[in-house]
Nanobody, 121 residues
Framework: VQLQAYGGGLVQTRGYLRLSCAAS????????IAWFRQAPGKVRELVVA???????YYADSVKGRFTISRDNNKNEVYLQMNSLKPEDTAVYYC????????????????WGQGTEVTVSS
């Protein structure tokens, strides 16, 4: 499976962005999917994770502002980010795992290359 994340950019505080993660090589419909982010000088952290049965976990820092979704026809995953804050600035990575189960750790088999999000104050 190859993942390509895109959609990042520069946005002002309280703005919004939608990140996309396009997959090739295998349908993602039965994969566990997650978005992680890594800010400069910080460790990579989980933003949201979802299992193929649609069980979903959101980090407290993004709950109520970010939403993950899938389009199985396009084999893409999205992260809608609203009410963005400067502390959301990071490189965002999509990840997928064929286990299909909800995973809150970094143990995903496949990773995208990352897309940069910068939120200006």
């Amino acid at each position: 499976v190859q993942l390509q994340a895109y959609g990042g950019g520069l946005v002002q505080t309280r703005g919004y962005l939608r990140l996309s993660c396009a997959a090739s090589g295998s349908p993602l419909s039965r994969y566990a999917i997650a978005w992680f982010r890594q800010a400069p000088g910080k460790v990579r952290e989980l933003v949201v994770a979802t299992s193929y049965t649609r069980g979903t976990y959101y980090a407290d820092s993004v709950k109520g502002r970010f939403t993950i979704s899938r389009d199985n026809n396009k084999n893409e995953v999205y992260l809608q980010m609203n009410s963005l804050k400067p502390e959301d600035t990071a490189v965002y990575y999509c990840a997928a795992d064929p286990s299909g189960s909800l995973r809150l750790s970094l143990e995903y088999a496949y990773w995208g290359q990352g897309t940069e999000v910068t939120v200006s104050s």
